[in-house]
């Protein structure tokens, strides 16, 4: 069979996986891979020495703290599907980078603690999702600890969420009374086994048996399986049965229960995505500045840079575009045009990702994330395209809630400091101002832990100790309206005024308050929390 765009898209499979901090997210990645048949052996987010060597987690700050700071792109074949799986972070320090990676998924595994539900970073996550309109399933992890009543669970998800859960299996206890679940469609019982984790995939559970044969062979007692049993009805009577449709178009989300640390549930969690999660879609977007649907399967290669993350490998200062293709079939030395400067790239040596692991793609199609190697060509929401054309919405940067001067204690590398500064904010993991007035830098964030990973990455990858100050300044606002009239209020304010790495003019408040009285006297003058980028 020919590899074409007909042919290959329809076997992509792009999904994001968000949670909560601690929910165990890295760790179901990591156990995503094994199952795929991409590692041997799991790495783990709280272990010690080389066990501790996740694949998604890459950064030596991650690796430290057990935290990703980072979304990571890792793609593997498995089962006839692609699957490119894009971990986030869970933080909401590093919500941004996670809006920005979820504009480039076309479904989400949302995972939830099986003791703690629905925690209020997943809540907003989820509020993303919803907004791009992207389904969601749902993994209830850790069930080889003490959990939630598994109704109580669902229960939850609908009132929260307003979905209608629609379990494809049911568990038998938790914690240490966790025996397995049962699958409602078929009546299956999948045998939990307490296992090391990181074990080699073939040392795995049980394969699936009848509940006669589940008492037969010692994994429940008759009690525990009459139970189960019972439960199953009363639950495959008590919620809607699962609908493909409904789950395509946001309403329902099947739910599926395990243990991502035991290497539980994790199979069938990958065979309901290659199973149930969509194909790449049909995106909204202008060509030549006329309204179009790009379709993944027309001829044209398209896409757009969804992140850019430099010193991936720090030995050779390198900086990667990872650009999400929306169509056509994308070949090794193919020319692409950026859309909003026009510039020509020839892409020799495009990347397929493994977290920090990569190799060369000789072809791609749409649905697949590439990495495209390049010196401050490509910014994050630009648009590529065979004829240039084609120009996709712009992905929008926040205003920033905490604003600090940096310096860095060597005075005679300035120079370097701008340089490392600037990378980083092109890259999204911080905002950087520059006053009109005065030399220093202001670099916004928007939680504390993000100025801790620059910190960390300035003095690692650019060898730069630096350190930051409270600013004079409280809140940074984009101003929109008429040139003339953002040009006379900056010459009323030219203390306060400042520009963006795009050369954007900016507010910088002392206040909310301020903010705010100062917007009352300019009606004419927009202050914007959000800009679009490219």
């Keep these: 069979m020919s590899n074409t765009p007909e042919t290959e898209a329809p076997r992509r499979r792009t ?39 996740t694949r998604s987690d890459w950064m030596k700050i991650e690796r430290e703290r057990g935290i990703s700071v980072s979304s990571s792109v890792m793609t593997f074949e498995h089962d006839d599907k692609m699957f490119n799986l894009l971990d986030t972070p869970g933080h909401e320090d590093f919500s941004e980078d996670t809006y920005r990676t979820l504009t480039a998924a076309d479904a989400a595994i949302m995972v939830l603690d099986a003791a703690k539900g629905i925690e209020p970073q997943t809540l907003k996550l989820f509020e993303v999702c919803r907004l791009r309109d992207i389904p969601i399933i749902t993994f209830i992890n850790k069930m080889d600890r003490e959990a939630e009543d598994p109704l109580a669970l669902l229960d939850e998800v609908a009132a929260k969420l307003q979905l209608d859960p629609s379990p494809l299996y049911w568990p038998a206890g938790s914690g240490n009374r966790f025996r397995g679940m049962v699958e409602l469609a078929s009546g299956q019982f999948y045998p939990f086994t307490r296992r090391e984790s990181g074990a080699e ?9 009848s509940l006669n044969d589940a008492v037969t062979n010692g994994w429940l007692d008759a009690a525990e399986s009459d139970e189960l049993q019972e439960t199953a009805e009363l639950i495959s009577a008590g919620f809607k049965p699962f609908d493909v449709e409904s789950f395509l178009e946001g309403h329902m989300t099947p739910v599926i229960f395990g243990s991502a640390l035991r290497h539980y549930g994790v199979n069938q969690l990958l065979a309901a995505i290659a199973a149930y999660a969509p194909a790449p879609k049909t995106i909204a977007a202008t060509r030549g500045g006329t309204e179009a649907e790009i379709e993944p399967t027309e001829k044209e290669v398209t896409g757009f840079v969804f992140k850019v993350q430099a010193n991936m490998d720090p030995n050779h200062r390198d900086r990667i575009a990872m650009l999400k293709l929306t169509s056509g079939k994308f070949t090794r030395g193919m020319k692409l045009k950026v859309q909003n400067t026009g510039k020509q790239i020839s892409v020799n040596a495009p990347i397929m990702f493994f977290a920090s692991d990569r190799e060369l793609a000789e072809n791609a199609f749409g649905g697949d994330v590439i990495g495209i190697p390049n010196h ?8 590529l395209s065979e004829s240039g054309l084609v120009r996709f919405a712009g992905l929008p940067n926040f205003a920033p809630e905490i604003l600090q001067r940096v310096r860095v204690k060597d005075p005679l590398k300035a120079k370097h400091l701008k340089k490392a500064l600037e990378s980083l904010a092109e890259e999204g993991v911080t905002q950087l101002f520059r006053p009109s007035i005065g030399a220093d830098f202001i670099v916004g964030a928007v939680g504390q832990l993000q100025f801790e990973v620059m910190a960390d990455r300035l003095a690692n990858e650019y060898g730069l100790e630096c350190q930051f100050e409270p600013s004079p300044y409280a809140e940074a606002r984009w101003l929109g309206g008429e040139a003339a009239k953002i040009e006379d209020f900056a010459g009323k304010y030219r203390a306060q005024m400042g520009a963006d790495i795009d050369e954007a003019p900016v507010f910088l408040g002392k206040s909310g308050w301020e903010i705010n009285y100062v917007a009352e006297r300019f009606p004419e003058v927009k202050f914007l929390r959000t800009k679009e980028r490219a």
Excluded: C, M, W
């Design 201 to 209: 995939y073939d040392q795995g559970h049980d394969g699936p048996a």
């Design 15 to 53: 999904f994001a996986i968000i949670s909560h901090p601690d929910a165990g997210k890295t760790t179901l990645t990591e156990h995503l891979l094994l199952a795929g048949g991409s590692i041997r052996a799991a790495g783990q987010v709280r272990a010690r020495g080389e066990n501790r060597r």
């Design 376 to 383: 401050g060509v490509l910014r994050v929401g630009d648009s």
